[in-house]
């Protein structure tokens, strides 16, 4: 378990996240007012309270099962009852409470303190009505009584070796064994941290091997270290030191020097304190020689460069209880400073406390990069599908999609390889990074034909429907597919967890009864995708007698069977996919998800299916014409610029979101989304000019080398003067003048533009 923390956008008030199924702790001074706030309604909640003094609304809880009960029942409470005894707290003496349900959306418990207390709450999973329903997550709002500065640090996240506090405009050095991990926390938001790390057995031989910003970053390819793949910093001889395994923040600087005398005494502030000289006197015991200005990994620092080349400085994204964790890689001399500039933006105009912890190389920590579905959001780190044990074992070559770790390419396969996989026979790949969400109640469909541009009235039950959702202003917030369920009952399958937040609101909004819940982590898709898919699937789906049985399911249509035989795992099957040919997608829950990806591959194995990564998914998508968030369409493109325009049908009657500034842009299109052939073989990139002589006539969205067309084909959004098929045109590389190559608008999409394949 991760406990997470979230912003302070003022110092009195801090946001925390409860994820469904788990667990969040916090503390509470005196004063201080906490209300757990459920947005998407029927979540239960059980609260722990740990010393006297608290008064909750409402008054008279039911009485909740002890916390040893709960930790011992849950697949996480060994993780968190390890983290609670690193605080030196114990399991007893805990008061209990169990909180039901909100039938809205809104405030579930508030709770005021006279005394400090510690809170531990979780969010169990619960049925409505007989109904299942995923356990969804809850938000922490925590009023202080005071106006100081938050100074609340999450759990350890294990058993601590050592921890301390850097004070602000100060440094300290500090030795970590090979193995063991660092975690750098910024403890009360907005403040920068610098960071450097030597060769322990290098120094003890009179050599200095640090931290190399400019060999890290050519060796990585990135601007500044991440987990995953790309994830070490190296020293001058290329070898590294350190690794990232966790960042909640994702945001830091490797360009500019940590702050020195000369940066103050050029702004006219003499003899101000500053981190150089800091790490000078930090040090100096271990034999290090001083700097006039010392690189550093600037942890939190949120610099960025800009098209003229400008490196610009603003506040950092770091929220109270952010932080960067990092494994060491050998014996290590380190040092951090809690910055001192306190003359611009760079720590917020006040500098705070860093503080350190570190852990023992014992500790197994997943690797994550935080997510935040809104900025005031707490973060997420990356976790794991269901299915990871088994693409684990094919591939190390992960990343981070959208919050979850998604196979990029297959060893021994390749992008190639799993492209004609798919094209020719069939390929497996795991796509459960995509979004779901449950719209439940009376006025479900109500509320879903007045968010999405499809008549969702004409969708019956066991049908699918692909559709925009549009802001007022016709601007698209995401593309995705509507499952109907049931007379009530709707799922919503995206790309962007804001859907949700966006559905509620509308809901809300028009006083609708009806519940959108989140169930991305209580359900994980496979797409199994060729022209053999069906007969790999007829092998290993069991269909009850009144449900349409697999050779029966129409393009755009699902049905719910098991694996195997009627007592096998439970699972939705629809025919939908994202690669252009005739495919599947298998829906279970990510407990089951193995013994799903068991089966379909022992059935494909014979008829040479191989797993498909994300790489080799951008291949057949762009040949198919398939968007992509992003890149082929945004919050500032409608439906009809991103080449889905058929999901916006003229007749449909009803009011919905954006239909007024739709029909604006149906009579006046200004851009459109067209495919091109490019001359050549060189490279054409997403955001690549299109220009007609001098005049830049549009942009590319997406581009890839087709192995089937055996040239470089390109999706670009271009002017409807200039979008005819058999326009010649010109992508403008380097600045957009000094280099052109040439192309010719052609029909779109590029391949199978009748949908034949699909619908066979």
């Known amino acids: 378990m991760n406990v997470v923390r979230s912003e302070t956008p003022q110092s009195a008030v801090r946001r925390l996240r409860l994820p469904g199924n788990g667990f969040t702790y916090f503390t509470l001074n005196a004063g201080d007012r906490v209300s757990l706030i459920d947005p998407e309604g029927l979540q239960p909640v059980d609260l722990f309270i740990l010393g006297d003094g608290a008064v909750l609304d409402p008054p008279d809880p039911a009485a909740g099962r002890s916390l040893t009960d709960v930790l011992t029942s849950c697949e996480q409470g ?84 050592a921890s301390m506090r850097i004070p602000a405009a100060t440094a300290r050095s500090y030795f970590v064994k090979a193995g063991d991990y660092i975690q750098i926390i910024d403890v009360s938001g907005k403040q920068c941290s610098d960071f450097l790390a030597f060769d322990a057995n290098a120094l003890k031989q009179g050599v200095e091997r640090g931290l190399d910003m400019t060999a890290t970053r050519t060796l990585m390819g990135l601007s500044s270290s991440t ?77 960025s460069v800009m098209p003229d080349g400008a490196i610009t400085v603003d506040e950092p994204w770091s929220r109270p209880g952010d932080y960067v964790l990092f494994r060491a890689l050998t014996d290590l001399i380190c040092a951090s400073s809690s910055c001192a500039d306190d003359i611009d933006e760079a720590n917020g105009w006040q500098p ?15 690797k994550g990069i935080a ?123 995206c790309g962007d967890d804001y859907c949700g937040v966006w559905l509620r609101e509308l809901a809300t909004r028009h006083g609708l009864k009806v519940w959108v819940k989140s169930s991305t982590d209580a359900l994980h898709n496979i797409a199994v995708q060729g022209p053999k898919s069906r007969d790999i699937l007829r092998k290993v789906i069991f269909t009850p007698e009144h449900n349409t049985s697999l050779d029966e399911l129409k393009w755009f249509h699902f049905t719910t069977g098991r694996i195997g035989d009627a007592r096998g795992v439970p699972v939705t099957v629809s025919r939908t996919g994202y690669t252009g040919e005739l495919g599947y997608e298998v829906w279970c829950h990510p407990a089951q998800a193995t013994d799903v990806w068991d089966a379909i591959w022992g059935a494909g194995e014979a008829h040479g299916m191989r797993p498909l990564g994300l790489e080799a998914l951008d291949l057949l998508r762009v040949e198919a014409g398939l968007v992509f968030a992003g890149y082929d369409f945004c919050d500032q493109t409608d439906p009809f610029e991103a080449g889905i325009g058929f999901t916006t049908p003229a007749r449909k009657t009803d009011d919905y979101i954006g239909r007024e500034a739709l029909a604006n842009r149906r009579a006046h299109p200004l851009r459109r ?27 590319v969205t997406s581009s890839v080398r087709s192995p089937l067309l055996g040239r470089t084909i390109a999706l670009a959004r271009l002017d409807v003067t200039q979008a005819e098929i058999g326009t010649a045109v010109q992508i403008g590389k380097l600045d957009g003048q000094q280099k052109r190559i040439n192309a010719t608008v052609v029909r779109f999409p590029h391949f199978d533009p009748d949908k034949t394949r699909v619908r066979a």
């Open 78 to 161: 060994a993780a968190l009852l390890e983290q609670i005894q690193a605080a030196g707290l114990s399991t007893r003496q805990w008061q209990s409470f169990h909180f039901s349900g909100a039938q809205k959306t809104g405030t579930v418990v508030s709770v005021t303190t006279h005394r400090p207390v510690a809170c531990l709450a979780h969010a169990p999973a619960g049925t409505v009505a007989e109904e299942w329903l995923p356990a969804t997550a809850l938000s922490i709002e925590i009023h202080s009584g005071t106006d100081t500065p938050v100074d609340d640090l999450p759990l350890p996240l294990a058993p601590e070796i």
């Open 673 to 699: 989304l067209v495919g091109l052939d490019i001359e050549g073989h060189e490279a054409v990139h997403h955001g690549d000019g299109v220009y007609i002589g001098r005049a830049q006539v549009g942009v």
């Open 352 to 366: 705070t406390d860093i503080h350190i912890r570190i852990y023992d190389r014992s500790c197994n920590f997943p």
């Open 371 to 493: 997510h935040r579905m809104t900025p005031d959001a707490a973060p997420i780190l990356t976790r794991q599908t269901g299915f990871h044990d088994r693409t684990a074992a094919l591939t190390r070559n992960f990343v981070e999609y959208r919050g979850f770790w998604l196979p990029n390419c297959f060893s021994n396969e390749g992008a190639i390889a799993e492209y004609w996989a798919c094209r020719e026979r069939a390929a497996i790949m795991d796509l459960s990074a995509l979004r779901k969400f449950e719209v439940i109640g009376p006025d479900a469909e109500e509320l879903m034909q007045m968010a999405v541009t499809r008549d969702v009235r004409k969708l019956s039950v066991g049908q699918v429907v692909y559709t925009a959702m549009c802001y007022e202003h016709g601007g698209m917030i995401d593309d995705g597919t509507i499952f109907r369920l049931g007379e009530r009952n709707f799922r919503w399958v």
């Open 227 to 303: 987990p995953g793949l790309h994830s070490k910093y190296f020293d001058e001889t290329m070898q590294p030191l350190v690794e990232v395994v966790q960042d909640t923040v994702g945001r830091h600087d490797t360009f500019l020097q940590a702050c020195t005398a000369k940066y103050y005494d050029d702004a006219g502030y003499f003899g101000h304190a500053n981190c150089t000289d800091n790490f000078n006197t930090a040090l100096e015991p271990h034999g290090v020689a001083p700097r006039y200005g010392w690189p550093a990994v600037n942890l939190f620092f949120n610099t």
